[in-house]
């Protein structure tokens, strides 16, 4: 019997086996028709906003969605079954000038799963490299600390950072002017965003999460998933604990929610929802082994209906066949095994090539 994977990989590549003709060729074309009908009512594929990637670096349009094409990363991010497209996706090759300290270089990605309204995962899109590469400069002259412990610093001051930019009144009047902010100007402090970003260095991986969104590592020779964040909901022990001690409560809504509102407990921005709602990220420090295959980071859309073991089948099946943009592929089989398991959010895919020798 097949897998999963190999059913979603075989049936983005596989051609028709005989023509069709006559009435049935007729359905068919209506059908199509239709359905492009339907994406197009959804809502276009958005261009892949990924300023800095290298010259390697294509994006794709298709037809629900966009596809950032790369020698050694891809991402996909569509709209699906939402009507707005509220997640945002950032990859900056080598953001970092001063590289690591034996000399390597340093790449960034991240996904931004926005919710209310689409600006703050855009301003995360936008700042969050630039912020994470300023407070990496800070830290580097403190050799007092270990690396683990500067990077916890460089990340939580970065968040800290975005979430001032983001919830101060010059930033929520930014977004007002914002072509693409639908919210009214006095509700923008009701906006706010996932942030799961990971900084891949030639012996490391560093992972920072702020919400639900997640990164899972995919190692070979039949290792399993590993996890590299832990989904912030408000009914985790520790959170609901950290929730209630500042006075705030969680109401089982649909799902466990903050004040009965918002699904996630860590955020950047909803500044509403302050203090219950924190900005502060949990940070990893991986060190990389020659076993590791890739890196997947993903909005909810994806982990809601994809198991960490079902998203690394898929991306290893696409790694097995040896294309050289095996990345998108992934991504993309990704995005579209979240709608066709009836996912009914934005659904945001990296996946980043952690062999040795494409480093």
Not at 23 to 33: H, I
Not at 227 to 240: I, T, V, W
Request: aromatic content about 4%.
């Amino acid at each position: 019997m097949m897998s999963m994977a190999q059913v979603c990989c075989d049936s983005a590549v596989a051609a028709t086996a005989a023509p069709v003709v006559g009435a049935e060729a007729e359905a068919r074309a209506r059908a199509r028709a239709e359905r492009r009908s339907r994406a197009g009512e959804s809502g276009a594929w958005k261009r892949a906003a990924a300023a800095g990637t290298a010259d390697a670096t294509r994006k794709r349009s298709l037809g629900a969605g966009e596809l950032l094409v790369a020698r050694k990363h891809g991402a996909a991010s569509v709209a699906g079954r939402r009507r707005e497209m509220e997640d945002a996706v950032s990859v900056r090759d080598a953001f970092c000038a001063e590289g690591t300290a034996d000399g390597g270089r340093r790449d960034f990605y991240g996904v931004f799963d926005g919710h209310g309204c689409s600006h703050v995962a855009e301003a995360c899109r936008d700042r969050m490299h630039e912020l994470v590469a300023e407070e990496l400069a800070a830290t580097a002259a403190d050799s007092s600390v270990s690396a683990a412990a500067a990077w916890t610093v460089a990340m939580e001051r970065s968040f800290a950072r975005m979430d001032a930019e983001v919830t101060s009144a010059g930033g929520r009047a930014a977004a007002a002017r914002s072509s693409t902010c639908r919210c009214d100007a006095h509700r923008c402090d009701h906006v706010g965003s996932t942030a799961v970003v990971a900084v891949v260095e030639e012996h490391r991986v560093v992972v920072a999460n702020c919400g639900d969104s997640r990164a899972v590592l995919c190692r070979g020779d039949g290792a399993p998933p590993l996890p590299l964040s832990s989904d912030h909901k408000p009914d985790r022990p520790d959170e609901l604990e950290r929730i209630e001690s500042a006075g705030g409560r969680v109401i089982f809504w649909e799902g466990a929610r903050v004040l009965g509102v918002l699904a996630m407990s860590r955020a950047v921005g909803d500044g509403y929802l302050k203090p219950y709602v924190s900005s502060v990220p949990e940070v990893t420090v991986t060190d990389r082994s020659d076993g590791d295959e890739c890196l997947i980071l993903g909005s909810d859309g994806l982990w809601d209906v994809v198991s960490n073991e079902a998203a690394c089948e898929v991306a290893r099946a696409c790694l097995r066949r040896g294309r050289a943009k095996w990345c998108a592929e992934a991504a993309a089989l990704l995005t579209k095994l979240a709608l066709a398991r009836r996912s009914s959010d934005n659904v945001s895919v990296v996946v980043i090539d952690l062999r040795r020798r494409n480093h």
